[in-house]
């Protein structure tokens, strides 16, 4: 029999059942893991319930979103039948496999929840989430709620019973349910009651479909083989690492994900899985993250190469020069800041009113409108991913090389004007001291090249452009009363932005222009080792809501401690720093003012910094 539930505001009744999570329920952002197939992701909460995941892709419309809003958003979700549990949350060592443990009085129970990565034996690549229940010790029911809301809730959809499980379908996507217990419709969703005795297992596999094809039976050998495949890939992409400094479990976990967040196809990584998980609860600050940023490059690229993943490092390299090559005319340049992970420019930004967003943080955005700004640091960033991309023994051809060229050329007749900056505000264009670094960055890093590989280039003008930017910035970045390098040329604002001076070898680390900036980043910025980006109330961003404590900036602060000579400061903030990581290992955008994780999450650009905050603190400390 099938059932046809229309998701959305209209026919919000559909929800009415057990899938709901009311409101009081949302579970803090940090209480989720995630799991991914390196095409999307699902996070799982710590209660059983998948609240965010996208199919088939990162960003395409989600099929459970009740992360977003409890109501309408749609679950998935796998929890005890009874009252009183308690449940933890792990990684299956060096895997991306996460178990959930319900504890009882009475007995243990779990859920192992793993989505297969691609294989070489399959023809194209299945899109499938699995659940594997298990009871450890005594007897546990579990109850089981399967409730789509196709299209970010948007979508009508069909659900109907099948000989092997459950069919849910929109025009635009077909999902099957396959188990081997009974299930039934409710409400327009689907229920499974699940008794099990120590020992005993069950299995929920939610897969996409052609449409006309019917869910396929899986045997317990089936889950077991999927099981024991998705374990022996990441071990075996995880024994790759040259890591084996002092935190070597905190530095994989974020590979791992860095890993996670990578889009198999192109190699682009996202920066986050999710969109418009908020910034301040209740603020306006909620962004669509689930593309790819040019500045994320360098980061990237310097953080697999230093753990020794070239192959991640290469494909993301042949991602950054397929919009190096097709590069467009536009009052922004050459390059837009972002891209879609295929490449797509056009990442029209949109409100999803009929959401109510995360604990009511509205609006709820898809797109993001940030990437038709002028933000002239990506140039700087993309030159030092070539450059580290060389040193590590990913040669540039000569191709690439004509085309990186010609786009230096633009940036050299353009690098002196305003921008919007690295942080994407929307409170209109500056001198951003941070832009220009990355300019200079961008020419330094393309004379380097040039000499090393004997490749063609006007050296002479290129050094000559390069020195003018880097005695403006001695000009008119330093503010001579505030005894630091700023934001922007026409304040003294300081902007964690900066901290990145001594990394990318604009200046020595022990200069003392740069200890008396990192003095005063951390007399103002800095609290209790979590740095904000800048103070919003002297240098208004255009958008309402305040701003919390930064976490990539945290860890850019310890590498700049570090890199200053001052271990023991360094060590601690970093050490504190690991303090505010999930209970897995997993970090969102920023720290809020009671220690909570805020923003999307998790966050490629944390982990990004905390990989490169261990190498070189390691280094320094011998």
């Given at each position: 029999?099938?059932?046809?539930?229309?998701?959305?505001?209209?026919?919000?009744?559909?929800?009415?059942?057990?899938?709901?999570?009311?409101r009081a329920r949302y579970l803090p952002i940090a209480e989720h893991g995630l799991i991914g197939d390196l095409?999307?992701?699902?996070?799982?909460?710590?209660?059983?319930?998948?609240?965010?995941?996208?199919?088939?892709?990162?960003?395409?419309?989600?099929?459970?979103?009740?992360?977003?809003?409890?109501?309408?958003?749609?679950?998935?979700?796998?929890?005890?039948?009874?009252?009183?549990?308690?449940?933890?949350?792990?990684?299956?060592?060096?895997?991306?496999?996460?178990?959930?443990?319900?504890?009882?009085?009475?007995?243990?129970?779990?859920?192992?929840?793993?989505?297969?990565?691609?294989?070489?034996?399959?023809?194209?690549?299945?899109?499938?989430?699995?659940?594997?229940?298990?009871?450890?010790?005594?007897?546990?029911?579990?109850?089981?709620?399967?409730?789509?809301?196709?299209?970010?809730?948007?979508?009508?959809?069909?659900?109907?019973?099948?000989?092997?499980?459950?069919?849910?379908?929109?025009?635009?996507?077909?999902?099957?349910?396959?188990?081997?217990?009974?299930?039934?419709?409710?409400?327009?969703?689907?229920?499974?009651?699940?008794?099990?005795?120590?020992?005993?297992?069950?299995?929920?596999?939610?897969?996409?479909?052609?449409?006309?094809?019917?869910?396929?039976?899986?045997?317990?050998?089936?889950?077991?083989?999927?099981?024991?495949?998705?374990?022996?890939?990441?071990?075996?992409?995880?024994?790759?690492?040259?890591?084996?400094?002092?935190?070597?479990?905190?530095?994989?976990?974020?590979?791992?994900?860095?890993?996670?967040?990578?889009?198999?196809?192109?190699?682009?990584?996202?920066?986050?899985?999710?969109?418009?998980?908020?910034?301040?609860?209740?603020?306006?600050?909620?962004?669509?993250?689930?593309?790819?940023?040019?500045?994320?490059?360098?980061?990237?690229?310097?953080?697999?190469?230093?753990?020794?993943?070239?192959?991640?490092?290469?494909?993301?390299?042949?991602?950054?020069?397929?919009?190096?090559?097709?590069?467009?005319?536009?009052?922004?340049?050459?390059?837009?800041?972002?891209?879609?992970?295929?490449?797509?420019?056009?990442?029209?930004?949109?409100?999803?009113?009929?959401?109510?967003?995360?604990?009511?943080?509205?609006?709820?955005r898809i797109g993001n409108g940030a990437a038709t700004q002028l933000q002239l640091d990506i140039y700087g960033?993309?030159?030092?991913?070539?450059?580290?991309?060389?040193?590590?023994?990913?040669?540039?051809?000569?191709?690439?090389?004509?085309?990186?060229?010609?786009t230096l050329e633009w940036l050299m007749g353009h690098w002196d004007q305003p921008d919007e900056g690295i942080?994407?505000?929307?409170?209109?264009?500056?001198?951003?001291?941070?832009?220009?670094?990355?300019?200079?960055?961008?020419?330094?890093?393309?004379?380097?090249?040039?000499?090393?590989?004997?490749?063609?280039?006007?050296?002479?003008?290129?050094?000559?452009?390069?020195?003018?930017?880097?005695?403006?910035?001695?000009?008119?970045?330093?503010?001579?009363?505030?005894?630091?390098?700023?934001?922007?040329?026409?304040?003294?604002?300081?902007?964690?932005?900066?901290?990145?001076?001594?990394?990318?070898?604009?200046?020595?680390?022990?200069?003392?222009?740069?200890?008396?900036?990192?003095?005063?980043?951390?007399?103002?910025?800095?609290?209790?080792?979590?740095?904000?980006?800048?103070?919003?109330?002297?240098?208004?961003?255009?958008?309402?809501?305040?701003?919390?404590?930064?976490?990539?900036?945290?860890?850019?602060?310890?590498?700049?401690?570090?890199?200053?000579?001052?271990?023991?400061?360094?060590?601690?903030?970093?050490?504190?720093?690991?303090?505010?990581?999930?209970?897995?290992?997993?970090?969102?955008?920023?720290?809020?003012?009671?220690?909570?994780?805020?923003?999307?999450?998790?966050?490629?650009?944390?982990?990004?910094?905390?990989?490169?905050?261990?190498?070189?603190?390691?280094?320094?400390?011998?």
């Amino acid at each position: 029999m099938a059932r046809d539930v229309r998701s959305g505001p209209a026919t919000a009744a559909v929800s009415d059942g057990p899938p709901q999570r009311p409101r009081a329920r949302y579970l803090p952002i940090a209480e989720h893991g995630l799991i991914g197939d390196l095409h999307t992701v699902a996070l799982v909460g710590t209660d059983g319930t998948i609240d965010w995941y996208c199919c088939p892709r990162f960003d395409a419309p989600s099929v459970f979103a009740a992360i977003l809003d409890a109501e309408r958003g749609g679950v998935f979700r796998i929890s005890p039948g009874y009252e009183g549990w308690s449940s933890k949350q792990l990684y299956l060592p060096d895997t991306n496999i996460l178990i959930t443990r319900f504890l009882m009085p009475h007995g243990v129970g779990e859920v192992q929840d793993f989505m297969p990565p691609p294989s070489t034996v399959e023809s194209a690549h299945r899109h499938r989430i699995i659940r594997r229940v298990l009871a450890v010790r005594g007897e546990m029911r579990f109850v089981v709620d399967v409730a789509p809301r196709f299209d970010y809730a948007r979508a009508r959809h069909e659900v109907a019973l099948t000989p092997h499980g459950a069919h849910f379908g929109t025009s635009e996507l077909e999902l099957s349910l396959s188990t081997r217990c009974p299930i039934e419709i409710v409400d327009g969703d689907v229920r499974a009651c699940v008794t099990l005795r120590a020992g005993e297992t069950a299995a929920f596999v939610l897969e996409r479909i052609e449409p006309g094809q019917l869910p396929v039976p899986y045997s317990d050998a089936d889950i077991a083989a999927a099981f024991d495949f998705t374990a022996q890939f990441w071990r075996r992409w995880l024994r790759r690492s040259r890591y084996g400094g002092r935190w070597r479990e905190m530095v994989h976990r974020s590979a791992l994900t860095l890993k996670l967040l990578t889009y198999a196809p192109t190699g682009a990584i996202v920066a986050a899985p999710t969109t418009s998980l908020p910034e301040v609860l209740g603020g306006g600050r909620n962004w669509d993250y689930r593309y790819t940023w040019m500045r994320d490059s360098a980061f990237t690229l310097y953080a697999l190469l230093r753990l020794g993943f070239t192959e991640e490092a290469g494909a993301f390299m042949n991602w950054l020069e397929g919009r190096v090559r097709d590069a467009a005319a536009r009052e922004s340049g050459p390059l837009q800041i972002m891209y879609s992970i295929d490449g797509r420019e056009d990442l029209p930004e949109e409100e999803l009113s009929h959401l109510e967003g995360y604990m009511g943080s509205a609006p709820v955005r898809i797109g993001n409108g940030a990437a038709t700004q002028l933000q002239l640091d990506i140039y700087g960033e993309l030159v030092d991913s070539l450059y580290l991309c060389n040193k590590y023994g990913l040669p540039i051809y000569h191709d690439g090389w004509i085309e990186i060229t010609r786009t230096l050329e633009w940036l050299m007749g353009h690098w002196d004007q305003p921008d919007e900056g690295i942080w994407e505000t929307r409170g209109g264009r500056h001198d951003y001291t941070y832009s220009r670094l990355m300019s200079w960055v961008a020419v330094e890093r393309a004379i380097r090249i040039a000499r090393q590989r004997g490749l063609p280039g006007d050296i002479p003008r290129w050094s000559a452009v390069r020195d003018r930017i880097y005695h403006q910035i001695m000009e008119h970045g330093w503010h001579p009363s505030a005894r630091a390098f700023v934001q922007h040329y026409d304040t003294d604002v300081l902007d964690a932005s900066v901290l990145l001076m001594p990394l990318c070898k604009f200046v020595a680390p022990t200069d003392p222009r740069w200890i008396s900036t990192l003095d005063a980043i951390t007399s103002e910025l800095v609290s209790d080792s979590l740095v904000y980006r800048y103070n919003v109330d002297a240098s208004p961003d255009g958008l309402a809501g305040r701003e919390a404590t930064f976490s990539m900036c945290s860890f850019w602060w310890v590498e700049a401690l570090a890199r200053a000579g001052r271990l023991d400061e360094a060590r601690l903030a970093f050490e504190k720093m690991l303090g505010y990581a999930n209970h897995v290992g997993l970090y969102s955008e920023e720290i809020g003012p009671a220690g909570e994780q805020l923003g999307n999450f998790p966050q490629a650009f944390t982990h990004l910094a905390l990989i490169s905050a261990a190498y070189n603190l390691d280094r320094q400390l011998g």
